[in-house]
């Protein structure tokens, strides 16, 4: 996984609330087990009319919004289903941090094994940081300090130290089992000693 420490981006800003994650990655683009490839999928519906053609005033699809790291969002983003795909088409779109009030609880969890930094602060805070997004100017993300600048200002952020140490050293699910694997050859030799029946595959 992607390390991530500071980003700086002009942030796009989605002032929708309640985005569900429907609506982040439609159910007909989930048949692939890949994390690649869905970023042009994101937020579909809105990105493209009925005959598959660009809707050029969604944000998303304007300079420079299209290259935005940084995504501004509602209130309660990412609500609805638990599928994963939905950081997997935000990561590949480009979007390492969502800045929201809130966020559902599976899909904030999700964005830490993905490589995408959630930032969770107030309704005015995020409509403060919007106005950089309409006059596009760049804001910057620090992990490691946990803050946000624009302008001369700054916000400070909560995050979960164990959350933070993963983002900022690269470590998915599978990257914290390996950091463990001599205590896992370790049990399954004691297991093949003493309990040989369990690992039989007769």
């Not at 309409?134 to 624009?150: A, D, G, T, Y």
Request: charged share 30%; hydrophobic share 35%.
């Amino acid at each position: 996984m992607e390390k991530f420490n500071k980003l700086k981006s002009i942030p796009s800003y989605l002032s929708l609330q309640n985005i569900d994650t429907d609506m982040i990655i439609p159910k007909q683009f989930l048949k692939t087990i890949k994390r690649t490839g869905l970023g042009k999928s994101l937020f579909y519906e809105m990105r493209y009319d009925e005959n598959g053609k660009i809707i050029k005033d969604f944000v998303l699809n304007k300079e420079p919004y299209n290259k935005s790291k940084i995504l501004l969002a509602g209130k309660n983003f990412g609500c609805g289903s638990s599928r994963e795909h939905a950081p997997w088409a935000l990561s590949d779109f480009g979007i390492r941090c969502v800045i929201s009030s809130s966020f559902a609880d599976i899909f904030y969890n999700n964005c830490f094994k993905n490589g995408i930094l959630p930032i969770k602060i107030s309704e005015e805070k995020v409509l403060e940081l919007s106005d950089y997004s309409k006059r596009k100017e760049e804001i910057e993300v620090s992990l490691e300090k946990q803050e946000i600048f624009f302008g001369n200002k700054v916000i400070k952020f909560e995050i979960d130290e164990f959350k933070k140490k993963c983002l900022i050293e690269g470590l998915d699910d599978i990257d914290l089992s390996m950091e463990k694997i001599k205590q896992i050859d370790s049990y399954e030799k004691m297991i093949t000693l003493n309990k040989p029946w369990i690992l039989r595959n007769d």
